[in-house]
């Protein structure tokens, strides 16, 4: 069966809650690999992370908040197979699933640069970065490690263009405009009672949500 040219972005998170620093890198790298094959970019709301406390919004809220920030963006699309099934959200058991509903379509997993760094911890890592390609985009203060890991230097490629060779096992490393914004940082603020502060970190529309659930009022949590 032949593979499909084109690129498929994976982007997961907790998305608790999504805000603008999940998008506007995310809109660099596609803007930038499209040429490359990326067409669109799919979110992936984690239902149980296994690095992380668990979120404090529900997983149906944080798939509501995410589906409302990309409502507007055709490059952008949101998957709930993560909150469909039980357990804890492993990144290789998602591929999987993914690749089996549709064989054909090559992925790119999407991930800061910090991600990355720790990716010997991830569940069955190198299965996954043998059958994936990723993206790690650079977070304000993250540099390239010297030297970089053995399996990240064997897999090391400058460019787009050479994601589009291969089914996967690729890492393209890209330099993406700071965002100084976390989920953490939004949670702390609105429990302090602080929107007006909040208010530029959100888009219009996961601001009304979070206002009509009030939500993140009394709770910080982790992430």
Request: net charge positive; proline share 9%; with cysteine.
């Amino acid at each position: 069966m032949p593979v499909d040219d084109s690129l498929c972005g994976l982007f997961g998170g907790t998305f608790d809650p999504i805000h603008r620093g999940h998008l506007a890198p995310l809109r660099e790298v596609q803007a930038r690999l499209q040429v490359a094959g990326l067409a669109r970019i799919i979110y992936l709301p984690a239902a149980r992370p296994p690095h992380r406390r668990q979120p404090v919004a529900s997983a149906p809220q944080r798939l509501a908040m995410t589906r409302i920030a990309v409502a507007d963006e055709p490059q952008f699309a949101v998957d709930d197979i993560e909150l469909s099934r039980p357990g804890d959200s492993y990144t290789v058991a998602t591929l999987a699933a993914l690749r089996q509903q549709n064989p054909r379509r090559r992925y790119a997993l999407i991930v800061g640069l910090d991600a990355l760094l720790a990716l010997e911890t991830w569940h069955r890592w190198q299965n996954l970065q043998r059958s994936v390609h990723i993206i790690a985009m650079a977070r304000p203060g993250w540099r390239l490690p010297k030297p970089l890991p053995s399996w990240w230097q064997a897999a090391r490629v400058e460019s787009g263009a050479e994601l589009r060779r291969t089914v996967g096992g690729k890492i393209l490393f890209m330099e993406t405009t700071p965002q100084p914004i976390s989920a953490t940082l939004v949670r702390a603020r609105l429990a302090a009672g602080e929107a007006e502060a909040v208010l530029p970190m959100l888009p219009s529309g996961v601001w009304d949500y979070i206002c009509a659930h009030n939500l993140y009022r009394n709770e910080t949590g982790d992430g």
